[in-house]
Structure formats: C-alpha cells, structure tokens
C-alpha cells in the first residue's frame, strides 16, 4: 500500500476572478437588455468576435514592456503563434473592420458585448475578467459622432439604474496632452507611461501621479509601480494640465474639436449636468487620437468591506483614427464607447432588483408523474417552475422551496387527489406572517398563506397569486 499523502487542489479563485450567483447574472442581463434597446434606438447593430486573438492584432497598447503577458492573458498555439485574450472590444474590431473593409457601409456603426480580461492588480469593482458594452462608429471624423455616442452613453447610463446627477462624463482631447508632452520635451517612448499615470488622478489624486510620473509609487499593499521617470519641471509641466486646466485651454490643441463637440450636446441640450469637459481625462490606452471620455458616478461607493472609496469610471472611450491603419496602412476615422457592465453593477449593488421571474415549486409528494405534469402544464402558461427532484422527505422539500425563495410551493397528496383538489402555500406571505404569529397552535389553525383549489384551476390560482404578490 502507498504511503504518499494524496494532495488535493485547495478550492480557491484566483485573484482578480469572482463567482457569480442567479440574481447577479439575472441583474446584469437585465443592464444589457436595457442598454441594447438604448444602442440600437440610436441605430447601431449587433457584432461578436472572439474571445482569443493574435496578440499582433491587439496591438501593444496596454502592456509598456516586451513581455506578450504583460497587461493580458497570453497562450502560444502548436503553430508557435500568441493568442491573447481580448483586453477589450476595440481592438479586435479594427481587426474584423481591416479584413471586411470593402463590404461595410461607411460609416459602419456596430455594438458589441463581451467578456474581456486583463493581467492587472485588482481593485474596488476592478476585476481581471469583466463585461463591457461597446458602440463605435468607425469612417467618421466629423465631431457630431462623437457628440452622438456621448448623448448615447447618457441614455444607456439613466436607463440601466443611474439618476440625473449621479455620474458626470468628462470630455477631453488627446491633441491638449501630446502638446504638452511635446512641449515639456519628453520622448515618445515615456508617453504610455505618462498617460497610465495620469489616468490614475481621479483614485490617487496629485501626490501619487507626482509619483508615477517620477521615480514610482509604493502602494498600501506594498507593491512598487515603476513611474515615467520625468524630471522635476517636465512633471511641473505635466501636472499643470492636471491641476490648473483653464491655463491649457486657451487657443489649445484639439480644443477646437470639443468646442464642436459641446455645441451639439448643448443643442439637443445634454449640457454640464451631464457633460462636462475635463482636462484631466486622458483615458489608459495608447490608441487615442483625440477627443477622450469617461463616465464617472458622483456618490460615494462601498467596497466588499463597507468602506467608501472613490470608485472610478463606469463608462470610457474616445477617437481612435490609426487603430485600422496597422493592418491596411491606410488612416480609418473612428470613434466608439464602453460601459463597464460588471463595474456599473457593482455601484448599484442593492439598487437594482433580480430580474428573475417568482418560482413556483412542485413538491413530489406521492406521485412524481403527477408533479412533473402540472409542473408542465405551468411552464406551458409562462410561470417559472421546477418539479422537486430531491428527497421524499415532505418537510426537506418545503425546506428546499423556502431556501430556493420560491414564491409559491404546489401540493398535491392522496387526501387532495381524492377530492380533486391542489394546495398552493404562498411561501413568502407565510414567511412574513410567522414572524408576527405568536404561537404555533394559531398559525396552524388560520393557515392564511395556504389555499386549496380545484385541479382544474391550478393555473388561474397560481397566477392570481403571482400577480397579488407583485402588487
């Protein structure tokens, strides 16, 4: 007999990655349902691509070193090509928009849903593996689409659960940062540095983008960030942007694109209630050309243990013109959003309700035929409905449909059967009464949240109690 101690994997997540429960998962189909209907009022229709592309084609825009893992999850295939997963929607749809150029209309408006991944360090609703909901319109310089994804964004962002004045999006162009960078004198390979720096001024405020933009910055866990390496007055330079903006407005680079921006958000009156330009937005990837924006909530949000941090954007995007042109050479305007589903939900938790219709649970008393049967014949009128499949146990099996949260538990015994009869107990209005009841001897006596009915009126019975219990 071998004495070698079996090893067992230890059940753990890997860090960064969550599971999700039903109400989440019905939550955030509920979110997509809402935005899909706002995306495609405006006109846009639906695209997948997959999960994996050629790391080549996603483009060296997040990671700033050689390593193909650094900042995305990478494999080499048997043909010794990388494959990455998709760190977000819009890289692969330069891809599919270079291969299918001669097909689509221009300009060619699509939206997408999709999980991406990033190899980062995780934070409050920051996960390594998340959703996004992209809209684009790729063949357009003109600033009325970006005004018009922007005034997108806004109904898509009200609709899924956000009030008028609970998130702010803040425009700003790329054109203002590369003048200053140009002008401070700092050399283009230090620039995706500087920009995932300034990125982080809304969560570390100025002393730690002072840091990243110098030597580096040691966070609370402990891990050291190496910074951009910028000497004293290039970082005076760039934080001036930062902290004193209206002195980088005036006859400004790219201001003239916002200006035309504001004017058409103005006039069909999405004005500083809901966009406000902000010179501090810069947005962490490399591939933007111009005109920047993000969504950012304005209330305070918990954290898994309860304390109120400053939660980031639910909502990114802005122009990127020479994303197509790494594979055609030739320059495609484009323009898209993305709102962070998971992030979104995340600051809504405890606000937004289970979109999961009530459950109705038949219990297998004596006759698991006869259970499935009327299982079946309530499914077929649109209820939501399980047979019990589990132990023959009658109280295991309410026990089951209380923990379930089933609204209604479906009897049907020889006493019942004989008189032609069903009982239907209203679980959640017996759950609510228990509580007030004060003894035993009553409860059993009035048995307020237990009907019986006729066979034959099963359905109609279930359904008035469904509809009582959503008044």
Known sequence: ??????????????????????????????????????????????????????????????????????????????????????????????????????????????????????????????????????ADTVGSNAPSADAELLMMACDALEAAGLKRGEYVVKLNSRKLLDGVLEDAGIDLSRRGSVLRAIDKFDRLGEGGVRALLGEGRKDESGDFTKGAGLNAGQISQVMKLLVDSASALSGAKGMGDLLAINTVLSASDY????????????????????????????????????????????????????????????????????????????????????????????LAIDDVARSFDMARELRAAGIRVEAYVGTKKFGDQLKYADKRGAAIAVMEGGDERAKGEVTLKDLALGAELAKNIESRAAWVKDRPAQISVKRSELVSAVCRLLNKRNE
């Open 1 to 134: 007999m071998s004495t070698e101690k079996q090893t067992r994997p230890k059940a753990r997540l890997p860090r960064g990655f969550r599971d999700r429960g039903a109400a989440e998962i019905a939550a955030e189909r509920a979110a997509l349902e809402t935005i899909r209907k706002v995306y495609e009022s405006y006109g846009f229709e639906p695209l997948e691509t997959p999960a994996f592309e050629y790391t080549d084609a996603l483009g060296k825009f997040l990671p700033d070193v050689d390593r193909p893992n650094e900042g995305v999850f990478s494999l080499r295939d048997d043909d010794e090509q990388w494959l990455s997963l998709r760190y977000d929607l819009t890289a692969p749809l330069a891809r599919y928009v270079a291969e299918n150029f001669q097909n689509l209309p221009k300009p060619f408006r699509r939206y997408q849903v999709g999980q991406v991944w990033r190899n980062e360090k995780p934070g409050p609703g920051r996960f390594r593996e998340f959703t996004q909901f992209d």
């Open 271 to 362: 004005g500083a209630d809901r966009v406000v330009i902000d010179t501090s937005i810069v947005r962490g990837l490399d591939y933007y050309t111009g005109p920047v924006f993000e969504a950012q909530l304005t209330f305070p949000v918990a954290n898994e243990v309860g304390e109120k941090v400053v939660f980031g954007s639910v909502m990114g995007g802005g122009r990127y013109d020479d994303l197509v042109a790494r594979f055609t050479g030739q320059q495609v305007p484009a323009t898209g959003i993305s709102i962070g589903v998971s992030r979104l939900l995340s600051a809504l938790k405890g606000r937004t309700p289970s979109a999961l219709a009530p459950l109705v649970v038949v």
